[in-house]
């Protein structure tokens, strides 16, 4: 097989708090060559746990999962174990979920609906020190390099305890942007706005769009146009 590392079967660790869905890629990847499971995690603490005790070479890491998700996850494996790889395999492709895993140290990028063959591509792929991105993944790149979101010259700090992300929406709304408009340009889904409008209403008392915008020039995060 092309994609194994000098000829050896890689060693894994599959994490993901759903039992059916970890034991379901357990199965998968042992009737596949170039794969061993040698452990599977329902949370990342467990994750970080078998790496210690196992050493394997690649964690196939689910994002959304108890006591610890799987960024901070990577991160520690990445920080404690540098000889383990990750990548993950979620559910999620919206760049809420996207970047703070790359940025963690994850090499490699699926989503769920990936077939064995493509599972098993990348886990070889990030052991071998390249990228392992499934190919929606690979656009969703693209996309954010040929479109950022423009950054305001003179960046103002956070309020009430802010996000950057929150603040980044609060701002939007104040430009009169709605949700769908807001998801579009930030390249995130709907659902995940209003989850950043609802944490931004909690920490600063507001409650609507108007004050959302009235709060927005009031703490200079923008300012009304000139003339």
Same mark, same amino acid.
């Given at each position: 097989?092309?994609? +194994? ?24 990847? $042992?009737?596949? &060559? ?10 990342? @603490? ?49 760049? +809420? ?8 140290? #994850?090499? =490699? ?5 990936? $077939? ?5 591509? #990348?886990? @070889?792929?990030?052991?071998? $020190? ?21 950054? *305001?010259?003179?960046?103002? +700090? ?7 992300? +929150? ?10 942007? *709605? ?11 709907? #659902?995940?706005?209003?989850? @950043?409008?609802?944490?931004?209403? #909690? ?16 703490? =200079?995060?923008?300012? &009304?146009?000139?003339?």
């Amino acid at each position: 097989m092309t994609e +194994e590392v000098q000829g050896r079967t890689a060693r894994v660790v599959v994490a993901d708090d759903q039992t059916v869905v970890r034991e379901g890629i357990v199965m998968l990847l $042992g009737l596949l &060559p170039g794969v061993e499971v040698v452990g599977a995690a329902g949370d990342g @603490h467990e994750a970080v746990r078998l790496v210690a005790e196992l050493a394997p070479d690649v964690v196939l890491m689910d994002l959304r999962m108890p006591r610890c998700d799987g960024v901070e996850a990577t991160r520690r494996i990445r920080t404690e174990h540098p000889g383990t790889q990750v990548a993950v395999l979620t559910t999620y492709a919206d760049d +809420e979920s996207l970047f703070p895993a790359l940025r963690a140290g #994850a090499r =490699g990028y699926l989503t769920k609906d990936a $077939g064995g063959d493509e599972i098993v591509r #990348a886990v @070889h792929s990030v052991l071998s $020190g390249d990228a392992g991105l499934s190919p929606s993944i690979q656009r969703r790149l693209l996309e954010r390099l040929s479109d950022p979101v423009p950054q *305001s010259a003179e960046p103002v +700090e956070a309020p009430d305890g802010l996000t950057g992300r +929150e603040t980044e929406v609060l701002v939007l709304i104040a430009d009169g942007l *709605s949700n769908q408009e807001i998801a579009r340009r930030l390249h995130v889904s709907t #659902a995940t706005v209003k989850t @950043h409008i609802n944490n931004l209403f #909690a920490k600063t008392g507001l409650k609507d769009r108007a004050q959302a915008v009235r709060y927005a020039y009031a703490k =200079g995060l923008v300012r &009304p146009p000139a003339g």
